[in-house]
Nanobody
Framework: QVQLVESGGGLVQPGGSLRLSCAASGSILSIDAMGWYRQAPGKERELVAHITSGSRNYADSVKGRFTISRENAKNMVYLQMNSLKPEDTAVYYC???????????????WGQGTQVTVSS
């Protein structure tokens, strides 16, 4: 069984910062890509940032403000969010492409989501 658990969401004022963390646990053989998505009320889920062993990609709306990083030894991925805006308010989901010990193929897993609210 593989699980992704996010933490670090909360309420922050515009211009503030938050750091999201996501821990992958369970019967993991290896992890390929990891990323963060978000879904605001009434909107579709969208990619925020994505990281592989060789690249990082960001949505245009967060470039220069958000930074994605990962700690492979701990199966962790992070999202440092600076200069937050009210339009960043959403539920943020962790995503990872993982090969479980019991499988021959990689599968996509999602966390349960963490709420980020940017408001004065």
């Amino acid at each position: 069984q593989v699980q992704l658990v996010e933490s670090g969401g909360g309420l922050v004022q515009p211009g503030g910062s938050l750091r999201l963390s996501c821990a992958a646990s369970g019967s993991i053989l290896s992890i390929d890509a990891m990323g963060w998505y978000r879904q605001a009320p009434g909107k579709e889920r969208e990619l925020v940032a994505h990281i592989t062993s060789g690249s990082r990609n960001y949505a245009d709306s967060v470039k220069g403000r958000f930074t994605i990083s990962r700690e492979n030894a701990k199966n962790m991925v992070y999202l440092q969010m600076n200069s937050l805006k009210p339009e960043d308010t959403a539920v943020y989901y962790c995503n990872a492409v993982i090969r479980p010990l019991t499988d021959l193929v990689y599968k996509t897993y999602w966390g349960q989501g963490t709420q980020v609210t940017v408001s004065s």
